[in-house]
């Protein structure tokens, strides 16, 4: 499936990516989603990138260990790189057939190393351990290894739960530490705040005087947020704003290259392909890059090699956008401008407003009718200091006159806080066919699914205030998103793959 600077297997999905960077290019092992019934075993893919937009799959990395084996699912892990050259695999394994003491699917931390540049790996099931005292059995996954410098031994965090206290809040990161990468002894909770159901696919690293705690909240917000502290051991500061993405990006891990951190998540897909499946696990990958700010705290937006992809221009007569220096101005109502033209399936939007002290709202209307009354909305609220996507209309909920789609709410799993004071703020859209990341002020980053209405036009609005638009620029892709020819693809993914592995050895 070739969408440049996302990425998606065929047939398949990408589920929790695990990211290693070695030698400039990021090896990203991944959960390879099927969604077939019976379900035949979860096992690792990897997919190889040097420039964070073209992607070349390696293949399967550790197999499922069969029906019987406890890893019939491989779940998520890390890699690390020991002195003596091998690349060790920690992973989570899990067998539906089996169940700990309180009869729920056991999970364990498994162990697996490579010695030709993670080409081939073999697992070690005498390391092979389960929940430690005082957690239960059934949570016990999404092993992070790290070495800790200052005290000379492996730390490895691990996604728990107590075996006791409200059920909604037993999540803990519970912390083994080792000095062979073989054997691991308890240790007191890594992060222990008894909140949530589960801190998920927890890392952490260190950037300049700051260390990051990132975890994914498996609870009812399910997004990925992070924490701050000047030292390895807390407290963790909860920044104003925690979170990397919303709702639809889940459990990005990162990976640094000359000084960038970029994150590597997926967007969720929805159910039946449409606007209001429910969200689904796995779907595609997505790559976030984090800056960070002089008070240590993190914004977030697309890495340039993603927008640079995007270099025509969006509409074939140059009448079609909306003018640089359109005002927009409703005190008490409601002004929008659209283009003149559709956009086409794949494009980047920037829009740079002025927007005036006390409005409500402003933002950009994405595929919508030429009239502007049906699409998608990206929505700046100042009041409320917050994005926010919707669209209209929305699903109806009944026969009778007050029973229209407006009596449901915007989907509110999809809105951002932001810092919106009055003056000049961008949006940045890219559309890649069903998928959106909309970013503001290079800051603020909320991906989502765009089924319902595959074309459209954009626009630009203002609600009970005013606005002027000081840019609006549409580019196209340098080349069309549609499937490779397989030969070609199959082809070249072997011989890249085998380029990066003989490269590492």
Known sequence: MNQRGFYQPNSAWIGDVIPWQEGGAFHLFYLHETRRTPKDGMPWHRVVTENLVDFTEAG???????????????????????????????Y?????????????????????????????????????????????????????????????????????????GPVRRRGVIAQCTSTDLEHWEPAAPFWDPRRYVAH??????????????VYSEFSDAFTTRYRMSHSLHGPWIAPEHDTIDGRAFY??????????????????????????????????????????RDDGTLAFHPAEELRETFTRPGFARTDAAIASGTVLAAPDGYRDALTTDD???????????????????????????????????????????????????????????????????FAVELERPCRLDAG?????????????????????????????????RVGVFVGEGAATVSEFSLFARDEPDGPADAGEREASAFDIADDLVGSST
């Open 60 to 90: 399967e990395a550790i197999a499922s260990g069969g029906a019987a084996a406890d890893d019939f699912n491989v779940y998520t892990g890390s890699i690390v790189l020991a002195s003596d050259g091998t690349h060790h695999a920690f």
């Open 92 to 164: 989570t394994g899990q067998n539906p057939a089996k169940t700990g003491d309180d009869g729920l699917a056991l999970q364990v931390v498994m162990h697996a190393t490579s010695i030709d540049g993670m080409a081939t790996w073999q697992r070690h099931p005498a390391d092979t351990f389960g929940a430690t005292a005082g957690y239960e059995t059934a949570d016990w996954r999404d092993p992070f290894v790290f070495w800790d410098e200052e005290a000379r031994l492996w730390r490895m965090l691990i996604t728990a739960r107590h075996a006791d």
């Open 200 to 213: 998920e696919c927890p890392e952490v690293f260190q950037w300049g005087d700051w260390w990051y705690l």
């Open 251 to 292: 459990a990005a891990k990162s990976a640094e290259r000359d000084g960038r951190r970029l994150f590597f998540g997926w967007i969720a897909s929805r159910e039946g392909a449409t606007d209001d499946g429910a969200w689904q696990w796995a779907g595609t990958m997505s790559v976030v890059e984090a800056e960070q």
């Open 343 to 409: 956009a086409p399936s794949s494009f980047r939007l920037r829009v740079r407003f002025d927007i005036a002290e006390g409005t409500t709202e402003a933002g950009v209307l994405l595929r919508a009718s030429a009239d502007g009354d049906e699409g998608y909305v990206l929505r700046l609220e100042p009041k409320r200091g917050r994005l926010v996507f919707d669209r209209w209309p929305r699903r109806s909920t009944g026969t009778e006159q007050w029973q229209i789609s407006g009596d449901v709410p």
């Open 424 to 456: 000049e703020h961008e949006i940045e859209l890219i559309v890649v066919g069903d998928l959106c990341v909309a970013t503001v002020d290079d800051a603020t980053v909320l991906s989502t699914r765009l089924y319902d209405r595959p074309s459209g």
